[in-house]
């Protein structure tokens, strides 16, 4: 299966990519995960910037081709396992993960999405939310695997 963490920008710190890079590479050979980071946009206006960030996301993730979750601070909140039954149902498609740029995300992604996913009622940095998110996403499928990764409600 093919996954795709994405997000606008660099992560700005060598920490957040050797974490990542920890989580997708435990991964490679069971399934394809890619870290994607498109362009944040330097727009002065937030708005017309959101819109420009999604028209570069849906050139490179057109709609229909993949799962999309986005996370959104308005987000649904699920615990591990709940998050991992709910991918685990959705792997007959790639999954794509996607987190904003400083500024959010355009109303249009939020509404393609399939799901709008928020990791903490807290606010993180847009780098450790990547940290957070490449782990998770290793966690859910190491419990939709049965493997003692996840020792908690399996």
């Known amino acids: 299966m093919k996954i795709s963490l994405v997000t606008f920008g660099k992560p700005g710190s060598p920490f957040v990519e050797d974490e990542v890079k920890r989580y997708t590479s435990r991964l490679q050979g069971q399934h394809s995960v890619d870290t994607v980071e498109l362009k944040e946009s330097r727009h002065s206006d937030k708005l017309a910037g959101l819109s420009e960030e999604a028209k570069l996301f849906e050139k490179r993730f057109p709609a229909g081709g993949a799962v ?30 996607l987190i904003g740029s400083a500024y959010g995300i355009d ?23 990547r940290v957070l998110l490449a782990e998770q996403v290793y966690r859910c499928l190491m419990v939709i695997k049965g493997h003692p990764y996840h020792h908690v409600g399996l």
């Open 68 to 97: 999309r979750i986005v996370l959104s601070e308005e987000g649904k909140l699920f615990d591990t396992v709940k998050l991992a039954r709910w991918l685990e149902v959705r792997q007959s498609r790639p999954w794509v993960f």
């Open 107 to 129: 109303e249009s992604l939020k509404q393609s999405a399939d799901l709008l996913l928020s990791l903490s009622p807290l606010t993180f940095t847009h780098a450790h939310a």
